[in-house]
Each structure stands twice: as structure tokens, then as C-alpha cells.
């Protein structure tokens, strides 16, 4: 295969580049502000190359791994944090946060529509529930948005005595709706408080770390959670998750990932902690990349005449670009082209399957260096209609620009 880049494409693709100037800026100034928050971290915990020994066995005294925790908590402003290489993707984070705070007979009540795909088998509200909060006798109630927009009024009437916890998904997973803001996430946890001062608000945070200045923590989260191999893992870190927030709730987290009495305290890092340090120390700047990626590609296909979400000039919450293609056709054809372009496997033809965990068949492109890693330029789609294809990452823009030119190119 020869990347085929049209000389239509190379056209819009300067047009579009030169409109966005500004939006580059803005993404330059947050990654420049955000790289300073990591670095003062990285020399407050006074990082040394002993933090990235190994660890075996039990893993006591593993200082890497207790410091690491330490710069999360930095980062997020969180009063603490559990960093994991063992925490084994987005879902099992948010999985370990649930079962941390909810009890037999609380209530989960989710305040931004229905999670994401994979929770609903944790949830209970799909599958035969083994296993599931449900089958702990947790119930689930949900608020959905309006419009793509919060629902605060009908969130006043949920807050009932028995809601224990809410859940906010901060990024738009497989749903066509806007990126909640973190300000916007500040709004649905002040309107939760003002109800029942109480509950416990976990943020769903995949795909939202370092987009904006500041994170959910920083408007009273009490629990944000995430995978390493999207925007916070830099690219580097070769699995894991995290969790921040309120200490006792981070404490509880910990007694779910590993088990009571033993908490953080516990847990080799097997040689992944350089990883996982170096990843965070790259983050801010991937993330820049993966946001100008996802400007270009909204723009070059919006030039195409696709309905896009965000819009290219729109200031971004998340580093996903989504485009209508309403047709299956065309949206495996650009899903198998960014397969094609990527330095890993681009021989490989990604075909739609029963992937664990979701409803649909997903297509999903990721010809990574990281299995699944979504901070690397990635692609993915639940097949069915208006066919929208949803497009994240990119660890250098140019490598993005020039496999979303030669997707663009295969749609023509
Ligand atoms: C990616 C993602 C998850 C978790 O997905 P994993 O594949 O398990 O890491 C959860 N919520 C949202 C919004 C996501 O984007």
C-alpha cells in the first residue's frame, strides 16, 4: 500500500490548517501551562532514576510507586491518588471506583445519560448480571441529558435519600453529544450538593486529562478516574489506570483494587514505573498533538461536507473528533484507511466484531505501538446508523495529518 494523499485533500488541508491558527494557539498556551503543572510536580517530589527500580514480590517500600501517587495528587489538586500499571484499562478503573463507595441498597445515579458501553455489564443493566453492582443490590437510576446538555432540574428530583453516588462522564464515548466542560462538570456536582450535600461525585474522566487547565477535582470532584493508554499515559505508559480524589475515597479505592487492610501499600511495579512517569512528564504535549489532529480532521471533513462534532474551530474538552458519515460504507472505508496508515500493522484490515463488553459490532482502528492505545492515533465506530465514526490521537501531529489526509483521500 502507497499513502495516497489526493491533491483535492492536499488543498483543504492547507485551507483548513490555515484556520485554525488560533485554535493551535490555544492549544499551545493550555499544553504550556499544563506541562509547567507536571514538571513542578516531577521536582517537588524530588523524582530520582531510583523511582524507577523494580519492584518484586509484595512490593514494599517501592518509592516509585508511592511517589508517582504523590504527583497525581499534584496534578489533579487531588488530595490523593492510585496510579496502576495492574488496573487493566478505563473500565476496571471506573468498575474499582463503584464498588469502592456503593453498598447493598445505595443507589447509583448517573447524571450525563447512560455510561459508556462496558458499564453496563458492571452496572447491571445489560448482561446476566453476575457479578454486577446490581447482583450486590446496588440500584441504578440515570438522569439523561437534554439536548446534549445537563438536565438540572430533572437531577434535583433524582436526588433522592438513597442516592449514594453520582456518575459524570465527562467525555462523549460512543454518543453524538458535546464534551462536558470541566466548568460545566463544576455546575452538575454544585447543583448535586445543593440537594444532598453527601453524595460522592466520580468523574468518568477517559479522554478529558490535560485538555483543559483544569481538572473535575479542581471543582469538587470526589473521585476522577482513568486509563494510562489515553491522554494522562503519554503514549509511554504500556497499561494501567489511575483514580484521584478525596483521600477516603481513594483509600477506599485502593481497598477494592488490591483488599482491605493492605490498600496502596502493597503492589510491585515490575519495571513499569519509568514508564508510567515518563508517559505523564509527555502527556501535556501528546494531548496538544491529539487535539490539533482532531481540529484537522474536523475541519478536512467538515470541508467534505460531513457533519461534524466538535466543529473545527470549537474550543475542545476531550481529544475526540466525531464525523456523520451516514453511510457504512464510507465510515469502514476511512476507519480501514487510518488502519492503513499507521506505523504499526498497517497491512491489517480492520473488520467489524462482537468486541467484549459493547452492544454493537465496533470497527476499530489502532495501529499502535501500545495495544488499543487511544492516546495513538486510532480510530473506532459501533456500526450503526448515522454511522458516526469517532477519530482520537495522534502522538506527533504530522504522523495524524498525514494518515487523516490519506483517509479523507479514500472517502473522496
Ligand atoms: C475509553 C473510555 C472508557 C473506558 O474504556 P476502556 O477501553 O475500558 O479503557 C470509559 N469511558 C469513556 C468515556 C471512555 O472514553
Request: aromatic share 8%.
Amino acid at each position: 500500500m502507497k499513502l495516497e494523499i489526493k491533491n483535492e485533500i492536499a488543498e483543504i488541508t492547507a485551507r483548513v490548517e490555515a484556520e485554525l491558527q488560533d485554535s493551535f494557539r490555544r492549544i499551545d498556551e493550555t499544553a504550556l501551562y499544563n506541562q509547567q503543572k507536571v514538571l513542578q510536580a516531577f521536582i517537588d517530589h524530588r523524582v530520582s532514576v531510583n523511582n524507577f527500580n523494580p519492584t518484586t514480590g509484595y512490593g514494599y517500600d517501592d518509592t516509585g510507586r508511592d511517589t508517582l501517587d504523590a504527583i497525581y495528587a499534584d496534578v489533579f489538586r487531588a488530595e490523593d491518588a492510585l496510579v496502576r500499571h495492574n488496573i487493566v484499562n478505563g473500565t476496571h478503573c471506573i468498575a474499582i471506583a463503584l464498588f469502592a463507595v456503593l453498598r447493598p441498597g445505595d443507589t447509583l445515579l448517573a447524571v450525563t445519560g447512560k455510561p459508556y458501553d462496558t458499564l453496563e455489564e458492571v452496572i447491571g443493566i445489560s448482561g446476566d448480571g453476575g457479578g454486577s453492582l446490581k447482583e450486590f443490590g446496588v440500584n441504578y437510576e440515570q438522569v439523561d441529558l437534554i439536548g446534549g446538555a445537563p438536565d438540572y432540574e430533572g437531577i434535583k428530583k433524582a436526588l433522592h435519600s438513597g442516592v449514594k453516588a453520582v456518575i459524570i462522564q465527562r467525555s462523549k464515548g460512543y454518543d453524538w453529544r458535546e464534551t462536558i466542560s470541566v466548568e460545566e462538570i463544576g455546575k452538575i456536582i454544585a447543583c448535586v450538593r445543593s440537594v444532598k450535600p453527601d453524595t460522592v461525585c466520580i468523574v468518568d474522566n477517559c479522554y478529558g486529562e490535560l485538555v483543559e487547565k483544569r481538572e473535575p477535582t479542581e471543582v469538587d470532584a470526589d473521585l476522577v478516574v482513568g486509563s494510562l493508554i489515553k491522554n494522562i499515559g503519554g503514549g509511554l505508559a504500556q497499561t494501567g489506570g489511575y483514580i484521584a480524589g478525596k483521600a477516603k475515597y481513594v483509600e477506599l479505592a485502593s481497598y477494592r483494587q488490591t483488599c482491605p487492610g493492605l490498600g496502596k501499600e502493597v503492589g510491585a511495579t515490575l519495571g513499569q514505573n519509568r514508564f508510567m512517569y515518563q508517559g505523564l512528564f509527555m502527556a501535556p504535549h501528546a494531548v496538544a498533538q491529539a487535539l490539533k489532529a482532531a481540529a484537522l480532521c474536523g475541519g478536512i471533513m467538515e470541508a467534505l461536507g460531513y457533519e461534524v462534532n466538535p466543529r473545527p474551530t470549537d474550543v475542545r474538552c476531550d481529544i475526540i473528533q466525531a464525523i456523520k458519515f451516514n453511510d457504512e460504507d464510507k465510515l469502514i472505508k476511512f476507519i480501514q484507511a487510518i488502519q492503513s496508515a499507521s506505523p504499526v500493522d498497517s497491512f491489517a484490515l480492520p473488520l467489524p466484531w462482537d468486541m467484549p463488553g459493547y452492544q454493537h459490532q465496533v470497527i476499530m482502528a489502532a495501529g499502535t505501538f501500545v495495544s488499543g492505545a487511544s492516546i495513538e492515533l486510532s480510530a473506532d465506530a459501533p456500526i450503526k446508523p448515522p454511522y458516526v465514526g469517532f477519530m482520537q490521537g495522534g502522538l506527533t501531529y504530522e504522523s495524524a495529518k498525514i494518515a487523516i489526509m490519506h483517509a479523507a483521500s479514500a472517502v473522496l
